[in-house]
């Protein structure tokens, strides 16, 4: 694991960004597994940046999120797939028919999620997964377990989880109660993975997450098994 301790979210956001443009410079035409949250924001802001200025070419770049939340349909301002168009997708060359998110509104979810993986799958694989971090160390919607769940699945939100998503929404009754999320195999499957994480709130989640047992209940705990593993953190 390469764990990179920066002073600032504005570093944590540049190197990050960087790390994903220098992906794209590699492989131009390569599968990014993307995140939503907050922690994301800043990242996305520069490679828009950079992506504008000429310095790396989205336009061969294929990309699958993480998770959605279920009943939410993508014109919903609170939905992943709005705020991935309107956090990075508008503001790249990047064909927004090469850019994946589970449908929250499918009628048959199990379908749904089994087709995500078969997605993947076609695509090729994940070359690099981004990923934040919730504060009871869920990836993803991987919430804390007792065995880690490999495949594309749906999950019912702890209430931890709606409780620190409720600030995005217009009261805690509005958060959806469950979500579909990418699983542990499809995660774990990419060639590199870079987890972002900033704030004195996440300060215990990561040390227990990287420098803790490997278990379930701290479900990034498994990334320590990674073989290419990236952790950025900010404490500001
Ligand atoms: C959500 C998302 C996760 C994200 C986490 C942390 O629940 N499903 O993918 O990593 O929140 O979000 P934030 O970065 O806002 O702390």
Redesign the pocket.
């Known amino acids: 694991m390469n764990f990179i301790k920066v002073n600032t979210y504005e570093e944590l956001s540049a190197r990050a960004a960087a790390i994903i443009c220098g992906q794209v410079a590699m492989k131009p035409n390569c599968v990014l597994g993307l ?6 924001v800043g990242a996305y802001k520069k490679i828009a940046e950079k992506n504008n200025t000429g310095e790396v070419d989205f336009s061969n770049v294929k990309s699958v999120n ?2 959605e939340y279920v009943g939410l349909n993508g014109d919903h301002e609170q939905s992943y797939r709005y705020f991935m168009n309107n956090n990075l997708f508008k503001h790249i060359n990047i064909d927004i028919n090469n850019t994946y998110v589970p449908n929250g509104c499918a009628t048959d979810v199990e379908a749904e999620c089994k087709a995500y993986d078969v997605l993947i799958e076609k695509l090729g694989g994940i070359d690099l997964q981004l ?5 009871d160390g ?4 991987n919430e804390p377990d007792t065995y880690f769940e490999k495949a594309t699945h749906k999950v019912t939100l702890d209430s931890s ?1 709606i409780e ?2 409720s600030r995005f929404f217009a009261s805690r009754d509005d958060v959806p109660t469950q ?1 579909i ?1 990418m699983g542990m195999g499809g995660i774990m499957s990419a060639k590199k993975v870079l987890l972002i994480a900033n704030g004195k709130g ?1 300060r215990d989640i990561v040390e227990k997450a990287f420098f803790g047992p490997i278990t379930p209940s701290v479900p990034a705990s498994i990334l320590q098994l990674h073989p290419d593993l990236t952790v950025i953190y900010s404490e500001n």
């Not at 995140?35 to 994301?40: L, Q």
Request: no cysteine; hydrophobic share 35%.
């Open positions: 995140a939503t949250g907050s922690s994301p993480l998770d990923l934040g971090i919730g504060y869920h990836i993803g919607f989880t620190a998503n979500a999320t996440k």
